[in-house]
């Protein structure tokens, strides 16, 4: 029953910035911990940020400063704000919820170009 879409991703240049949202179909309260992950060709799925119910965040050292997650529970959304990007940015970005189980969303295309 629990549904996640993810929208905003895109083409963008080098340096550039892009935010991703990921809309859940019940209150984000719902889930422990709400997160953004991502693909790229070739290499295994990867944590980029995650926001947990208390408000905590963690991210990947790679995005560290230049990737901010964020919330709005009213909209019961979980953005992802993306910075000073980078071609090896260059990836299938999911959203992910954890609760008793783990959801996925279908992924959204984030292509950084030099």
């Known amino acids: 029953q629990v549904q996640l879409v993810e929208s905003g991703g895109g083409l963008v240049q080098a340096g550039g910035s892009l935010r991703l949202s990921c809309a859940a179909s019940?209150?984000?309260?719902?889930?422990?911990?709400m997160g953004w992950y991502r693909q790229a060709p070739g290499k295994q799925r990867e944590l980029v940020a995650q926001?947990?119910?208390?408000?905590?965040?963690n991210y990947a050292d790679s995005v560290k400063g230049r990737f901010t997650i964020s919330r709005d529970n009213a909209k019961n959304t979980v953005y992802l704000q993306m910075s000073s990007l980078k071609p090896e940015d260059t990836a299938v970005y999911f959203c992910?919820?954890?609760?008793?189980?783990?959801?996925w969303g279908q992924g959204t295309q984030v292509t950084v170009s030099s």
């Open positions: 926001i947990r119910r208390g408000g905590s965040t």
């Open positions: 992910n919820a954890e609760a008793f189980r783990v959801y």
């Open positions: 019940g209150s984000i309260f719902s889930f422990n911990a």
